[in-house]
Structures are given as structure tokens and as C-alpha cells.
Nanobody
Framework: QVQLAESGGGLVQVGDSLRLSCAAWGLTGNVVTMGWFRQAPGKEREFVADTNRIIGGTNYADSVKGRFLISVDNTKNTVYLQMNSLKPEDTAVYYC???????????????WGRGTQVTVSS
């Protein structure tokens, strides 16, 4: 079993930056790819970004390309999401997820955190 816990959410202004963190523990040998998803009120959960912490590589949703940066610290089993130039439409609950698969992309995620709220105020 893998446990994931997000932190770093909060209330920010348009144009501000925020960094989310997600720590993994438990059977971390099963944590190959780590990703971020988000869910805005009244909308379905959507893929944001992911990264393969074994062989590298990143993948981003078009809506965040050039503004968000995903990175991982394997010594801490932690993945980060640096969010820059935040917009009101980035407001959502952000979830961390992991999977054993080496393949990047939104499918196949097995373990999920409980989420952290990000609110971007105009």
C-alpha cells in the first residue's frame, strides 16, 4: 500500500505563485510515476502533470504548460508542483497520485492523496 499526503495549498492572488508538495510513504517501490490532478467545483477531475521518478520525463496538460513545473526529490519520496502566473481558473482541489506504470499520462493511477485546496482570487 502507498500513502500520499499533499500540502502547500492556500489562497493567493492572480499572478502569484504557489508550490504544492506530496510526500509518499509505505511501499514506495511501487511509486514509479507521480502526478497531479485537480478538480474544480462542479467539474470532473482533470490531469495536470506527471513525472516518472525512475527514468525521468514529464508531461503537462495544455492548460498549465509554461506556467507549472513538476519535479521530484527521490531522497524524500516527494513530488512538487510549482505553480506560477496563477489564474482564477486554476482554483481547484489538487490531488497527488501515483502508479507503478512507467507510462506518463492520466490513466492507470492507483493511489491518491486527499487533496489540498488552491484558491486564486481576482
Amino acid at each position: 500500500q502507498v500513502q500520499l499526503a499533499e500540502s502547500g495549498g492556500g489562497l493567493v492572488q492572480v499572478g502569484d505563485s504557489l508550490r504544492l508538495s506530496c510526500a509518499a510513504w509505505g511501499l514506495t517501490g511501487n511509486v514509479v510515476t507521480m502526478g497531479w490532478f485537480r478538480q474544480a467545483p462542479g467539474k470532473e477531475r482533470e490531469f495536470v502533470a506527471d513525472t516518472n521518478r525512475i527514468i525521468g520525463g514529464t508531461n503537462y496538460a495544455d492548460s498549465v504548460k509554461g506556467r507549472f513545473l513538476i519535479s521530484v526529490d527521490n531522497t524524500k519520496n516527494t513530488v512538487y508542483l510549482q505553480m506560477n502566473s496563477l489564474k482564477p481558473e486554476d482554483t481547484a482541489v489538487y490531488y497527488c497520485a501515483s502508479k507503478k506504470s512507467y507510462t506518463l499520462g492520466p490513466s492507470g493511477y492507483e493511489f491518491w492523496g486527499r487533496g489540498t485546496q488552491v484558491t486564486v482570487s481576482s
